[in-house]
């Protein structure tokens, strides 16, 4: 595990050794306690695990192979799937108290078209359930079936929302691997790596109800300039665009852009192979890695789109009287905090981050800062819950 500067430079935290496990396969998130908290695949015991600030690691538990980052949700719980082990060895969705005990909440099953081997991570909506995706199962065409979309309630009922390639030829897509948006306009957005009009990928939105519509397929252009094997979904960036990254094509993977109604463009092709998909920090700009390039082992990239700086709350929703992390740049001279228009008490903790409390008035709506310098608005809105 590392962190790495705005300007590149880099420091280890600390090194997977086997016993304390090995191959971490998605980010780290981040817990309002302040620990960071991901997995490691493994080759035999996957492992979810804490770490420090200061880089001490502790395994919280073994037998989750997670292939997306962990989740906070409302509640302060956190949240991951597993793409396999747990009590049937085809996966789980678990969950992590604020004790450190990790537990299922759901075990897949295969068999019979059920959808297993959940890929990404989860999303929780704003209706309070859990969405993500499996690349397996389904009742799709593909023998082994293509994967699904599903929903699973708190409680843990489970609703298979789409199963891919149940259209001819697959062109809505088959075998989705990244982690679902939720964009600005209450639809779920993700990518499929396979599949579509030229069997190399899809971009696609779907309702919280089960609607999918297929918004554009990957090699659409002369020599799959577009792209082609998208791994890691999408993200939502202040100007309201959807952007990501394929694996494949143009010189060797590239960057992209979509408006919400799927009409792309490629910004960047380069070699390197992009699998991670991309983070739009504070600053502005995006950032992401590449698994080839660089010295021969990988890239950590910059990517200025000329976007402004803003702020990030973490987590994005919470009840009044819950605290909440406020992360941008040069926050030191803050005067004031606001959720939609409730003044907030808060404390600067750093020239970085400000902790703050949602007060009492506060509704659904964006976190703004008021520094010596500027006016700093949340990426997205922020949710007062019951």
Not at 85 to 112: E, H, L, N, Q
Not at 203 to 230: E, V
Not at 353 to 380: F, H, Q, W, Y
Request: proline share 4%.
């Amino acid at each position: 595990m590392f962190k790495i500067t705005p300007d590149g430079v880099l420091t280890t935290m600390a090194n997977f050794d086997g016993a304390n496990g090995q191959d971490p396969r998605a980010g780290l998130l981040q817990a309002t306690n302040g620990s960071f908290y991901g997995t490691t695949y493994g080759d035999t015991t996957g492992t979810v695990f804490k770490m420090s600030p200061a880089g001490k690691v502790t395994t919280l538990a073994s037998n989750f192979y997670s292939e997306g980052a962990l989740i906070q949700a409302s509640d302060g719980t956190l949240y991951g799937a597993s793409s396999n082990g747990g009590t049937t060895g085809d996966g789980s969705v678990f969950k992590i108290s604020p004790a450190g005990t990790v537990s299922a909440i759901y075990s897949f099953k295969s068999g019979d078209g059920a959808p297993y081997g959940p890929y990404g991570g989860l999303v929780q909506a704003t209706d309070g359930n859990f969405y993500g995706v499996t690349y397996w199962g389904g009742s799709g065409s593909c023998a082994e079936g293509c994967g699904a979309i599903c929903k699973l309630t708190p409680a843990g009922k489970l609703t298979v929302l789409h199963d891919f390639c149940s259209s001819s030829g697959c062109s809505d897509g088959a075998y989705p691997t990244g982690t679902l948006l939720q964009a600005s306009d209450g639809n779920l957005y993700g990518t499929t790596s396979g599949g579509g009009a030229a069997a190399f990928g899809t971009l696609f939105r779907i309702t919280t109800g089960g609607k999918l519509t297929t918004l554009y397929s990957f090699c659409s252009q002369p020599n799959c300039a577009d792209g082609t094997t998208p791994y890691s979904g999408v993200l939502q960036a202040t100007d309201g665009n959807l952007y990501g990254t394929t694996s494949g094509g143009g010189l060797g993977g590239t960057i992209f852009q979509a408006t919400l109604s799927g009409a792309l463009t490629t910004l960047q092709s380069f070699g390197g192979e992009p699998q991670g998909g991309l983070l739009q920090s504070t600053n502005g700009m995006f950032y992401g890695t590449t698994s080839q390039g660089g010295y021969g082992e990988g890239t950590v990239y910059s990517f200025d789109m000329g976007f402004g700086p803003f702020i990030a709350t973490n987590p994005r929703s919470g009840k009044v009287g819950a605290d909440v992390i406020i992360l941008g740049n040069n926050l030191t001279g803050t005067s004031s905090v606001s959720f939609n228009g409730a003044a907030a008490k808060f404390t600067v903790v750093s020239s970085s981050e400000i902790r703050a409390t949602v007060p009492t008035g506060a509704t659904t709506g964006a976190v703004k800062v008021t520094t010596s310098n500027a006016t700093l608005e949340s990426n997205a809105k922020f949710r007062v819950t019951q």
